[in-house]
């Protein structure tokens, strides 16, 4: 099992000396004198738990601290630690909550602004407790009951259960290896916390543009709404496509309310004003069916994962509709094959169906973006600065060497350029504190497809970017981190490109040549 917490770094004779509670360190004050606490203080803040974190107590108040953390064996009980816990990470902003049950011990971790953090650990019998009030006691739409070692979803949406601003909280459990425990394996849960507390509202074009889509996106994405045809958004896993969904069926709707607007989820993720969400439920192909019968202008098909959606939203599109929809996919060009491999599987597909795709008439536009932390306003610090201090290895802890190296290469003022800084009680000792988008938007045209069912995409992402003036989500990124908004390191890994990714593909396509 290879989730750890900061607690596993510590030797045995400590162990009963230290506890992780609600992201903060409690260490007993007798470890003071300790020489390996020096060390462990300096690891915990690399973990993410910063000095304001780490609460010294006496030895019996932390005893007392760790024996109350065992005795949740009540009902009642485990289901208030469940709430709070809710709360914590509705407090804190994160967006996913991860429980691993080890065996010996329950470890929970919050997803914060992408960054992963140690929350909390509890005894394994109280940590599986924790499993199945979750599950079984404040979820839904479960397909049974809890059972551990098991793959399982549900989700919780009684507001009892929520915090304000949180919709719904999606349940999703894994069987994993844990080689602590009795019989060798363990529960991975995993917890979305779905809000609706984003305040954007107005025309579309306002919305995205608060959402964070450039000016010149932003129109691109109103221009594809006013034709029929069929545009996805494609992105990594919580980069916001589902939140940019709903404010584009919500911009149109206030904008064209004469206009049916449906659609097709399952579940629902985000209320939506003034649109009908239609609940698919156990038959998908009976709800796809009754789809043609709706009486529609305008569908989100949601998320399309395999060749029925597929061919649902396909045929939609042929039938004279707007169809918008979200896919996984490496970048925007990638959302044609992925789409066509769907599509191959289909049954009763004949011949290739880039054929029928590639029309600017059907398939309208590609949309590709990823969600990048924003740098604290109040702790961040100029890369001149930055670059002025003498600790090499300080500096390589925040811009290794590569990235710098990079950096320079994209971006010819460095002069706004900063990095992330220590981290401040406004952003909650993180360094970051909001987050933005880095997009690209392809508005087909006729040249464009021609040349992605030629199989030649290099060539039509080059007519992009020359002929079109298509800019990159690399190359939204770097304005950001140009204008002092971004960090160079943080935004590469968030990115899984590097900064210089153009220069680097045109490099190895010369070495091909």
Not at 160 to 174: A, G, Q, W
Not at 250 to 259: M, N
Not at 371 to 398: F, G, M, N, W
Request: proline letters at 4%; charged letters at 25%.
């Amino acid at each position: 099992m290879a989730t750890t917490t900061i607690l596993d770094e510590l030797p045995d004779e400590f162990r009963d000396r230290v506890t992780l509670s609600e992201g903060r360190l409690f260490i007993a004050r007798s470890l003071q004198g300790e020489p390996f606490m020096l060390s462990f203080l300096s690891l915990a803040e690399r973990r993410g738990i910063n000095e304001n974190d780490i609460i010294w107590e006496e030895d019996r108040a932390l005893s007392r601290r760790m024996k109350n953390s065992v005795e949740l064996s009540s009902d009642s009980a485990m289901l208030g630690y469940a709430k709070q816990l809710l709360r914590d990470a509705y407090d804190l902003r994160a967006s996913d909550i991860h429980l691993v049950d080890t065996g010996p011990q329950l470890i929970i971790q919050l997803r914060r602004m992408n960054l992963i953090r140690d929350h909390a650990t509890l005894p394994g019998d109280t940590g599986r407790a924790l499993l199945r009030v979750l599950f079984n006691t404040m979820g839904q739409d479960g397909r049974g009951e809890f059972t551990p070692h098991s793959r399982m979803d549900a989700r919780i949406v009684n507001r009892k259960y929520l915090p304000p601003d949180v919709y719904s909280v999606r349940i999703h459990t894994e069987p994993i290896a844990a080689v602590d425990a009795d019989n060798g394996m363990g529960t991975y849960m995993a917890l979305r916390l779905l809000y609706d507390s984003i305040i954007v509202e107005g025309t579309l074009t306002e919305r995205l543009k608060m959402l964070g889509y450039p000016a010149r996106e932003a129109a691109k994405i109103r221009f594809l709404t006013q034709r029929t045809g069929m545009f996805l958004i494609a992105g990594a896993m919580g980069s916001g496509k589902s939140t940019v969904l709903k404010h584009i069926m919500e911009g149109q709707a206030q904008e064209y309310p004469e206009k049916n607007y449906l659609t097709h989820e399952d579940p629902p993720e985000y209320p939506m004003r003034n649109v009908k969400q239609v609940i698919i439920g156990s038959d998908r192909s009976d709800a796809n069916k009754g789809l043609l019968r709706t009486d529609l202008n305008v569908l989100m098909q949601g998320e399309i994962r395999d060749a029925e959606t597929a061919q649902a939203a396909l045929d939609e599109t042929l039938a004279g509709h707007s169809v918008l929809g979200t896919i996984h996919a490496l970048d925007a060009f990638e959302i044609v094959t992925r789409l066509r491999n769907m599509l191959m599987s289909a049954e009763g597909n004949i011949g290739d169906p880039l054929d029928t795709l590639c029309n600017y008439k059907v398939l309208t536009g590609l949309i590709y973006q990823r969600l990048l932390p924003t740098l604290c306003e109040h702790c961040k610090v100029s890369l001149t600065e930055y670059l002025s201090r003498p600790d090499k290895a300080e500096r390589a802890h925040i811009l290794p060497a590569d990235v710098e190296k990079r950096l320079i290469s994209v971006v010819r003022d460095l002069s706004h350029v900063h990095v992330r800084g220590p981290g401040c009680e406004h952003c909650r000792n993180l360094g970051f504190s909001g987050r933005t988008l880095a997009v690209e938007v392809v508005v087909t045209d006729e040249r464009l497809l021609s040349l992605i069912k030629d199989g030649r995409q290099e060539e039509a992402r080059k007519y992009w970017k020359e002929s079109l003036g298509g800019r990159s989500y690399v190359d939204h990124a770097i304005d950001g981190i140009s204008a002092g908004i971004l960090d160079p390191a943080m935004t590469e890994r968030e990115l899984g490109a590097p900064l210089n990714i153009d220069k680097a593909i045109e490099s190895l396509n010369e070495l091909g040549d």
